[in-house]
C-alpha cells in the first residue's frame, strides 16, 4: 500500500499570504495524485488532479505541482475562504489511499 | 447540477447490521464507478468500496472485507452500501462519491454524508 505523508501537519498564515502544503509517497504514484480541501462540517472537495490539474470552478490561485513520490499544493494568496484541511490522494496503486490531511490555520 | 444524497446512518450496537443508500442527480449514474469513502470523527479520509458502472467489478478495503456490500441500482439511480457485523472503528461519517476512472479513481463529487455510530 502506497502511503502519502503531508507536511506540516498544521500551517499557520494570515490573508494574502502564500502556502505551500507538501505530500510525500512511499513509493511513485506518476502524476496520479489529487488534493482535496475540506472545510468543518462540509464534505472534501476536489481541487486538483492529476498533479496540476485544476477541477472544474477551481480558482487560479490554487496550483498542483511535482511527480513521482514529491507532490506541492501552493496557495498563492490566501483568502479567508481557504481556511481548511487539506488532503492528497493517490490513485497509480491499489488501494487508492489519502494523506492524514495538513490543516490550514488563520495566523 | 450533481446532488448525491446518503441516507440510513444512525447509532446501532456492535454486530448489528445497516444499509445505507444514496440517490444521485445531475450526471448520467450508469456511466460511472462509484464509490465509499469514509471520515471517523476527528480523522481522515478511508476509501471502503467501489462498483462499476454494471456491477461486474466490486472492490473492498481490508478492513471491511467480508463484512461490507456494495451493490446498485441504475435504474433508480442508487448506490447501496450493506454493513454488517458492525466494529465500534467503523464509526464515522460515509460518504457517497462519484469517481473519475475505475477502479482506480479521484473522487469529484461527494455526498454530504451519512453519519454511523457504532456503540453498544
Known amino acids: 500500500e502506497t502511503v502519502l505523508t503531508q507536511s506540516p501537519a498544521i500551517l499557520s498564515l494570515s490573508p494574502g499570504e502564500r502556502a505551500t502544503l507538501s505530500c510525500r509517497a512511499s513509493?511513485?504514484?506518476?502524476?496520479?495524485l489529487a488534493w482535496y480541501q475540506q472545510k468543518p462540517g462540509q464534505a472534501p472537495r476536489l481541487l486538483i488532479y492529476?498533479?496540476?490539474n485544476r477541477a472544474t470552478g477551481i480558482p487560479a490561485r490554487f496550483s498542483g505541482s511535482g511527480s513521482g513520490t514529491d507532490f506541492t499544493l501552493t496557495i498563492s494568496s490566501l483568502e479567508p475562504e481557504d481556511f481548511a484541511v487539506y488532503y492528497c490522494?493517490?490513485?497509480?496503486?491499489?488501494?487508492?489511499?489519502f494523506g492524514q490531511g495538513t490543516k490550514l490555520d488563520i495566523k | 447540477e450533481v446532488q448525491l444524497v446518503e441516507s440510513g446512518g444512525g447509532l446501532v450496537q456492535p454486530g448489528r447490521s445497516l444499509r445505507l443508500s444514496c440517490t444521485v442527480s445531475g450526471f448520467n449514474f450508469d456511466d460511472f464507478g462509484m464509490h465509499w469513502v469514509r471520515q471517523a470523527p476527528g480523522k481522515g479520509l478511508e476509501w471502503v468500496s467501489s462498483?462499476?458502472?454494471?456491477?461486474?467489478?466490486?472492490n473492498y478495503a481490508d478492513s471491511v472485507k467480508g463484512r461490507f456490500t456494495i451493490s446498485r441500482d441504475n435504474a433508480k439511480k442508487s448506490l447501496f452500501l450493506t454493513l454488517n457485523n458492525l466494529r465500534a472503528e467503523d464509526t464515522a461519517f460515509y460518504y457517497c462519491?462519484?469517481?473519475?476512472?475505475?477502479?482506480?479513481?479521484?473522487?469529484?463529487?461527494w455526498g454530504q454524508g451519512t453519519r454511523v455510530t457504532v456503540s453498544a
Open positions: 462519491v462519484k469517481g473519475v476512472g475505475y477502479p482506480s479513481a479521484y473522487f469529484d463529487f
Open positions: 513509493q511513485s504514484v506518476s502524476s496520479y
Open positions: 462498483i462499476s458502472w454494471n456491477s461486474d467489478s466490486v
Open positions: 492529476d498533479a496540476s
Open positions: 490522494q493517490q490513485r497509480d496503486s491499489w488501494p487508492n489511499t
